[in-house]
Structures are given as C-alpha cells and as structure tokens.
C-alpha cells in the first residue's frame, strides 16, 4: 500500500515568519501535486512536479521534489493570514490515469 | 470556464436511509472521480470513470455504494443504506492530461452527516 505521510500535522505561526511542511513515502511517485483546502471548499491545485529534485517556485511558495521522487517540501517565506488552510500533498501512481494518493494534510494557520 | 458543480452542498440524513450526489464536471474534461473525505483526513478516492467507463473503483464500497456517469458528462454517487461512518465531505473532482500528469479540479463537495 503506497502512503504518503505529512509533517507536521498542525502549525500556527505569526504573520511573517518562514515554514516549510514536509511529505514523504517510501514508494516512488511519477509526479507529486501540492493542493491547498480552505474550510468547505474542495482542494485547489497549487503545483505538480515531475522531475526528481526539481524546485518550482510560484511566489512565496516554493516547491521541492526529492531525488529519489519520493518525498517533497513546501517551503512559505514570510506567511500572511491569506496562507491559512489545509496543506495536501497526493503523489500520482504511474500509468493510472490520474489516480492520486493523498497525505493526510498539514493545517496551517497564520495570525495576523 | 465554469468550475466543477456539486449538489447539494449539505445532506442531514439518519442511518439506514439513501442519499444520492450529484456532479457536474468541467467542460471537456473526460475523466470524473469521486472522493470521501473524513475529518482530519485527506480525501480517498472512491471511483475513477474515463468517459462513461470505470477505470477504478477498488475502494468503493460495493454493497452500499453505486456510481454512474451516464453520456460520460455528469456524475452521481449513492449510498443505500448510509451508515454512521459514512458521515464525511464527498468530493467530486474532474482532470485534464497537461502531457506529463492530470491535473485535478475539485467542487466544493457535499456534506453528509448521517444520525
């Protein structure tokens, strides 16, 4: 069974500080995507990467891929209360078709 | 573009009744899911459909649960009879291939709590 594990589970930080929330497997994934979930909407894609050890950044965020396409991190520098929601990484089976494995997600909140 | 429609947002039903869910995915995008989401967990996938086919449904639930996508446009998901733990956000998601991986886009989900 493929898991991908999350860390940590929860976080609350004060506007402008630095974090970074970590997803890891022990299988490996052809392509990871990054989602964010505000309370009672659906995930919204943030970033989907491919290629082992590949950094995106989109803004404040940015997204690493390990080498091994097993493990990814989400790094925010200097979050705003706009960043506040539920963090989801969901790593993709090869050949399925779009079938993603989703973690179990990180809750970040961040206080004005 | 219109996004992914979901109906109802918010169901109240008791245990033993049915309830059903409805989706209407993007434009275009051929292939559908159907995920249950518990509180504090990250959503799992139920079924899969290209088009009108199932592509997986390995973690639907068979004996209560059902899905189809009629004309391989809009989606319903049921569950009779519904049980405690169903109680859960079902969300309904459909993608678009980029050339290297599938790109999900999610409705708003329903809300099911079963008393």
């Known amino acids: 069974t493929q898991l991908l594990e999350q860390s940590p589970q929860f976080l609350s930080i004060q506007e402008g500080e630095n974090l970074t929330v970590y997803c890891n497997s022990s299988?490996?994934?052809?392509?990871l995507q990054w989602y964010r979930q505000e309370p009672g909407e659906g995930p919204v894609l943030l970033v989907t990467?491919?290629?082992?050890?590949e950094v995106k950044k989109l803004k404040r965020l940015t997204f690493q891929f390990g080498d091994a396409r097993k493990d990814s991190s989400l790094h925010i520098t200097a979050a705003q209360p706009g960043d506040t929601g539920l963090y989801l990484c969901?790593?993709?089976?090869?050949?399925?078709?779009?079938?993603?494995?989703f973690g179990k997600g990180t809750k970040l909140s961040v206080k004005p | 573009e219109a996004g992914v429609a979901q109906s109802p947002r918010y169901k109240i039903i008791e245990k033993r009744q049915s309830v059903a869910f409805w989706c209407n995915p993007i434009?275009?995008?051929?292939?559908l899911y159907w995920y249950q989401q518990i509180l504090g967990q990250g959503p799992k996938l139920l079924i899969q459909?290209?088009?009108?086919?199932?592509?997986?449904d390995s973690q639907l639930p068979k004996d209560r649960f059902s899905a189809e996508r009629l004309k391989g446009v809009d989606s319903t998901l049921k569950i009779q009879p519904a049980k405690l733990e169903d109680s859960a956000v079902y969300l309904c998601?459909?993608?678009?291939?980029?050339?290297?991986?599938?790109?999900?886009?999610f409705g708003p989900g329903t809300r099911l709590t079963v008393t």
């Open positions: 299988s490996v994934f052809s392509s």
């Open positions: 434009s275009g995008h051929a292939t």
């Open positions: 969901a790593g993709a089976v090869g050949g399925s078709q779009g079938n993603l494995i």
């Open positions: 998601a459909s993608s678009l291939y980029r050339g290297f991986s599938y790109e999900q886009y």
């Open positions: 459909f290209q088009n009108n086919g199932v592509v997986d």
């Open positions: 990467v491919v290629t082992g050890g």
